[in-house]
C-alpha cells in the first residue's frame, strides 16, 4: 500500500480525540484576529483606508522587510554551520559546544541591544539591529536542525557513498533535502520573530510595525491607528508563512530505519580544527561574551548595584514557575496539532498547523491586550492569574514547539505505526512506546526553546502577570527603563545563567548516538 494512498485513507478517519483538542487550540489562537478585526471595525472602512494607504506605513514596511531578510539570512547561515560542525565533524567537547552555541538565545534581546549600544553608540539603526538579533536568533536554526541531522539515518549517507558521491555532493544532493523541514520552520521562525521584536529595536533606535504599534497604544493612545499597522503586520506573516508552505511543497520525508548500524560518520577536519573552534568561540563571544561582559561592569561599578537578596530570590522562583509551566502546556498543546497536520492531511490539520505561525508574528503587547479585553468582558475571574499569562504564553510560543517537533515527526516512518496497530495495539499505546521515543529530540529542542522564550518575555507577562508578581525579566526591563544599571545587573545576570542550564541539560541527553571518525 502507498503512503500516498495511507494518508487519503487516514484523511477520512481521523480519531475524534484527535480534533476536538485541535479544533480548541484553533478557537483560542483565533482570539487575537477577532480583537484586531473588533478594534478596526471600530475605525470605519474611510479611516482605516488613510490609515493605512500613508507615507509612514511605505517607510516601515521597508524598514521591516530589510530587517526580516538580513537576519533571516545569517541566521539560517550561521546556524547551519554550527549544527554541521557539532553533528557532523570530530571538532572537540561537542556536548559543551552544543550548549555553548544555543547560550545567545538565552540572552533578552533587549539586553544585547543595550550592552552593544553602550560601547558602540553608532551601531543604532539597521546595521546594529542585524547584528545584534543575528546573534540572539540563530539558535532557532541550530537547535532544529542539530536534532535533525542527530536523527537522521545514517544509511542514506553509507548509501550515498557507495554510489560513488563525495561529501560534498552527499550533503546537497541527500542530507540537505532532508533537513528542509527543520531549516524552513526554523527560518519561519526568525523572520516571524523579527516581526514581532519589540524591546531590541525600541533601544537600537530602528522603527518597525512593533515600534510603531506600541507607540500608538502607549504613547498616542490611538487603538484604531495600532489595529491597522496590526493588520498590515498580518498580512506580512501571512506572506512569510504562504512564501515557506511554496519552498518546503509537498514532498514527504519519513525514514524507515532497516538494515543501518545507527552509527554517523564523523567527517575530521585535520588542520581546520583550530579554525572552526576559533569560530565557535567567536560567535558565543560576540553573543553571549559582550552582554555578560557589560552586565559584571554593572554590577560591580554601578552606583545602583544594591543588591536585595529578597525581591532577587522572589523574581528567579517565579520566573522558573512561569517558564516550567508554560513550556509543558505549550509543548503538551504542539503534540496533537503536530500530529494531525502530518500523519492526516486536509483542511483542518492546514489551518491548525498554519494559525499558529501566523498569531506568532503579533507582538506580545497585542495578546496581552487580547486576553485582557476577553478576560475583563466574558471571564473576568481569569483577569490577572496565572493561568491567563500561560494561555497567552502558549499562544506566543506554540510554533517554537511545532517547529521541532514537526522537523522530527516527519523523520519518523507511518509503517512504524502501522505495523503497531497491526500487531492490535491501540493509537495511544502505539504513540507513547513508538512514535513518541522517536521524536524526544525534537519535542526536547521545543520544550528548551519554549521556556528560554517565556524566561525572557516581558509585554505580555507586564499585562497579564498577577498584581504584584514580578520576573527576572520584567526586573530588567523596570531598573533599565529608570537607567538603573546596576541594579538590573543581578536579574539579568540570573536569567542569563539559569535559562543556560536546562539546554544544556537537553544537549547533554541527545547526545547517545555512536560515531565513527571518517
Not at 485541535?22 to 478585526?37: A, C
Not at 546556524?79 to 545567545?104: F, Q
Amino acid at each position: 500500500m502507498s503512503d500516498q494512498f495511507m494518508v487519503k485513507k487516514r484523511t477520512q478517519a481521523v480519531p475524534l480525540g484527535l480534533v476536538l483538542p485541535v479544533i480548541l487550540l484553533v478557537l483560542l489562537t483565533s482570539l487575537p484576529l477577532f480583537y484586531i478585526l473588533l478594534r478596526a471595525h471600530e475605525a470605519g472602512w474611510s479611516q482605516a483606508v488613510s490609515l493605512i494607504f500613508r507615507p509612514r506605513v511605505y517607510h516601515l514596511l521597508l524598514n521591516t522587510l530589510q530587517l526580516l531578510a538580513m537576519v533571516t539570512l545569517l541566521s539560517t547561515l550561521i546556524g547551519v554551520t554550527t549544527a554541521w560542525l557539532i553533528e557532523r565533524t570530530d571538532i572537540p567537547k561537542r556536548k559543551l559546544w552544543n550548549a555553548l552555541v544555543t547560550l545567545p538565545f538565552a540572552v533578552p534581546a533587549f539586553i544585547s541591544s543595550y550592552s552593544w549600544i553602550s560601547i558602540f553608540p553608532q551601531l543604532e539603526g539597521l546595521g546594529g539591529a542585524v547584528l545584534v538579533l543575528t546573534l540572539c536568533n540563530y539558535p532557532l536554526l541550530h537547535l532544529p536542525v542539530a536534532a535533525a541531522l542527530r536523527g537522521m539515518d545514517s544509511a542514506l549517507e553509507e548509501t550515498s557513498h557507495s554510489l560513488g558521491f563525495n561529501r560534498t555532493q552527499t550533503f546537497f544532493k541527500v542530507i540537505l533535502p532532508q533537513l528542509r523541514p527543520a531549516l524552513f520552520g526554523g527560518a519561519i521562525l526568525i523572520a516571524l520573530h523579527m516581526l514581532a521584536e519589540f524591546g531590541a529595536l525600541a533601544f537600537l533606535n530602528y522603527e518597525t510595525f512593533t515600534t510603531a504599534i506600541f507607540d500608538q497604544y502607549y504613547v498616542a493612545f490611538d487603538g484604531a491607528s495600532a489595529a491597522m499597522l496590526t493588520l498590515v503586520l498580518l498580512l506580512l506573516c501571512l506572506m512569510v508563512i504562504g512564501l515557506e508552505l511554496l519552498l518546503r511543497g509537498k514532498r514527504h520525508y519519513a525514514i524507515t530505519r532497516q538494515g543501518t548500524s545507527g552509527e554517523i560518520e564523523m567527517l575530521r577536519l585535520g588542520w581546520l580544527k583550530p579554525l572552526a573552534v576559533l569560530g565557535l568561540l567567536l560567535l558565543v563571544a560576540l553573543a553571549a561574551g559582550v552582554p555578560l561582559g557589560i552586565i559584571g561592569y554593572w554590577l560591580f561599578t554601578g552606583s545602583s548595584s544594591a543588591f536585595h537578596g529578597q525581591a532577587v530570590i522572589s523574581a528567579l522562583t517565579t520566573t522558573l514557575s512561569f517558564g516550567l509551566s508554560g513550556a509543558v502546556l505549550t509543548s503538551g498543546l504542539a503534540l496533537p496539532l503536530v500530529f494531525l497536520a502530518v500523519r492526516y492531511q486536509g483542511r483542518l490539520s492546514t489551518l491548525a498547523e498554519r494559525l499558529p505561525y501566523f498569531i506568532h508574528s503579533l507582538p506580545g503587547l497585542v495578546i496581552g491586550l487580547t486576553l485582557v479585553f476577553f478576560a475583563i468582558r466574558y471571564v473576568f475571574p481569569l483577569y490577572q492569574t496565572t493561568p491567563l499569562l500561560l494561555i497567552g504564553y502558549a499562544i506566543l510560543y506554540l510554533p517554537l514547539a511545532q517547529s521541532t517537533t514537526r522537523a522530527a515527526l516527519v523523520q519518523v516512518s507511518s509503517q512504524l505505526e502501522e505495523v503497531a496497530r497491526s500487531l492490535g495495539k491501540n493509537a495511544l499505546s502505539v504513540f507513547m512506546r513508538i512514535t513518541l521515543p522517536l521524536i524526544a529530540p525534537g519535542v526536547g529542542a521545543g520544550l528548551a526553546l519554549v521556556f528560554l522564550q517565556i524566561m525572557k518575555e516581558l509585554t505580555a507577562t507586564l499585562l497579564l502577570r498577577p498584581t504584584g508578581v514580578e520576573t527576572l525579566a520584567t526586573k530588567v526591563w523596570e531598573h533599565t527603563s529608570n537607567a538603573e544599571y546596576g541594579a538590573s545587573a543581578p536579574y539579568a545576570a540570573l536569567l542569563i545563567v539559569i535559562s543556560g542550564l536546562p539546554v544544556y541539560l537537553l544537549t547533554m541527553r541527545s547526545f547517545g548516538r555512536n560515531t565513527r571518525q571518517a
